[in-house]
T-cell receptor, first 116, second 112 residues
């Protein structure tokens, strides 16, 4: 068990409101990731982090920002939610300190976000 | 760029049937390959992995062999059960980078 907790598990919000999703790990892994999962698209990387205050963009980062002020917490913020951001969001960690290497990703149970 | 292609689902099988889910990849280097399984309402769980050519990953009766010559990593199981009904994702990672690339997933439904 990689000890990953995502909160909230479900969220309904209105268009234009800010939303923050939280990912917490009980280990001290360096690399953390935020993905979104949509039918027909699989998992797409939003942002990732390789240490405290060290983050970078993934393939679908527009409209999202992230922060990592502590090793164990990685926050994803939708500054002004839109209906296109309705999705299931997954946090993941890599056991490798060098990023992907040969280590698999371990996933949280996801946050289902609905933007109305 | 790197990519993973897996067969579209859904795949519907009767219990005890043989399962194959095809996965092919493109990569510039020597990636590690993974199969993940996702049950309803849950995150992805690692099912098996292989880190170099000709490696065979196996777990819970599932197997996949890393075939560099055909750039494939097909998932197989000799006799599926209703409890295997889930979505299966093929993925790769390039060593020394942050990147993990996922396929679009294949839904498996096993009927009793």
């Amino acid at each position: 068990d990689a000890g990953i907790t995502q909160s909230p598990r479900h969220k309904v919000t209105e268009t234009g409101t800010p939303v923050t999703l939280r990912c917490h790990q009980t280990e001290n892994h360096r690399y953390m990731y935020w993905y979104r999962q949509d039918p027909g698209h699989g998992l797409r990387l939003i942002h990732y982090s390789y240490g405290v205050k060290d983050t970078d963009k993934g393939e679908v980062s527009d409209g999202y920002s992230v922060s990592r002020s502590k090793t164990e917490d990685f926050l994803l913020t939708l500054e002004s939610a839109t209906s296109s951001q309705t999705s299931v969001y997954f946090c993941a960690i890599s056991e490798s300190d060098r990023g992907s290497d040969n280590s698999p990703l371990h996933f949280g149970n996801g946050t289902r976000l609905t933007v109305t | 760029g790197d990519s993973v292609t897996q067969m579209e689902g859904p795949v519907t099988l009767s219990e005890e049937a043989f399962l194959t889910i095809n996965c092919t990849y493109t990569a510039t280097g020597y990636p590690s390959l993974f199969w993940y399984v996702q049950y309803p309402g849950e995150g992805l769980q690692l099912l098996l992995k292989a880190t170099k050519a000709d490696d065979k990953g196996s777990n819970k009766g599932f197997e996949a062999t890393y075939r560099k010559e055909t750039t494939s990593f097909h998932l197989e199981k000799g006799s599926v059960q209703v409890s295997d009904s889930a979505v299966y994702f093929c993925a790769l990672s390039e060593g020394g980078t942050y990147k993990y690339i996922f396929g679009t997933g294949t839904r498996l439904k096993v009927l009793a």
